[in-house]
């Protein structure tokens, strides 16, 4: 199954953005009876500055050349967000015949003074993610915080990979779990965007479009955008419902990795709630570790060996 075209997704990017205007929000007057709502071609390269031919050249999915300043033209014609002007920007790049291909952090290699970071923060989960959904680093209360996640065996831990793949188990978990599944489609497109040649991230698309009909519907609607702060609301296994603030950081140091943090509202039951859940996560922790006559036990085998 082909789930990356370049064309196919030029194409179909700025087709949806154009369906979706209306030409009274456009400032159009008139324009006759319509079959479909949205905007006319002719009337985006109105509103673009361009001719016709050439903006049909450019929903046909050819993006060779363009400049900035025809991007930003269209982006103001199809009034496109942040996220979306980033996206069509990205599709632009990708359209040149030798695509650069960027270093990203080996796997599984998180610099000790990153782990070091991330456990010195001990009141709210915390966690980084690449571009792949792919859990890299978490300090003891962000695993908590995720213990569903983390309670499968499959490694490493992919929030898309759960959140699609064990619906009924991911719908108990997030509250608001219509709301995550557009979120992270949107995300994983806006990454798709900027790398279509990573053969990892095609996979896992490739992936998730072929088992999750949820997911495949949310990919056709290529919707992208930014994951940077908001509310997050949780049915946890231990503590019960949360409502926690999220804020989204990148790591310049390593490209593609992206740390979040949830926080509570100070004083409020989720606050409360969210001290009780490092509150287990610490007994959870201890009472797995080794105890001290263990670990000499251990050691004297080893020696005896």
């Not at 324009?31 to 050249?57: I, N, T």
């Not at 990708?94 to 080996?106: E, M, N």
């Not at 908590?144 to 719908?171: I, K, T």
């Amino acid at each position: 199954m082909v789930v990356m075209d370049h064309k196919s997704e030029v194409q179909e990017f700025l087709r949806t953005r154009r369906d979706r205007i209306t030409p009274e929000q456009a400032n159009l007057i008139g324009g006759g009876r319509r079959r479909v709502p949205g905007l006319r071609r002719e009337e985006v390269a109105l509103l673009a500055g361009l001719s016709v031919d050439y903006y049909a050249q450019l929903e046909r999915g050819d993006l060779r050349g363009v400049s900035d300043e025809v991007l930003e033209a269209l982006s103001r014609a199809l009034q496109l967000d942040e996220a979306e002007t980033a996206h069509l920007f990205d599709l632009a790049r990708a359209a040149h015949p030798r695509p650069v291909r960027r270093k990203r952090p080996a796997a599984n290699q998180v610099r000790p003074s990153l782990q070091r970071f991330l456990d010195a923060i001990t009141d709210a989960p915390a966690w980084v993610r690449d571009e792949h959904m792919d859990f890299v680093a978490a300090n003891r209360l962000g695993r908590a915080l995720n213990a569903p996640l983390f309670d499968h065996p499959r490694r490493p831990v992919n929030n898309a990979r759960f959140v699609f793949l064990n619906e009924a188990e991911a719908r108990e978990f997030y509250i608001d779990w219509e709301q995550g599944a557009d979120d992270i489609v949107a995300t994983l497109r806006s990454y798709a965007g900027k790398h279509p040649y990573d053969k990892q991230l095609t996979d896992l698309i490739g992936e998730l479009a072929t088992r999750s009909e949820a997911f495949r519907t949310r990919w056709a609607a290529h919707n992208v955008r930014f994951h940077r702060t908001g509310i997050k609301r949780l049915r946890h296994p231990v503590v019960g419902e949360l409502e926690l603030i999220y804020e989204g950081l990148d790591l310049p140091a390593d490209p593609g990795w992206h740390l979040f943090t949830f926080t509570a509202a100070p004083n409020s039951a989720d606050d409360e709630r969210l001290r009780l859940l490092a509150s287990w996560a610490a007994t959870v922790e201890a009472e797995t570790a080794p105890r001290p006559a263990e670990a000499t036990e251990t050691t004297r085998t080893k020696e005896s060996s």
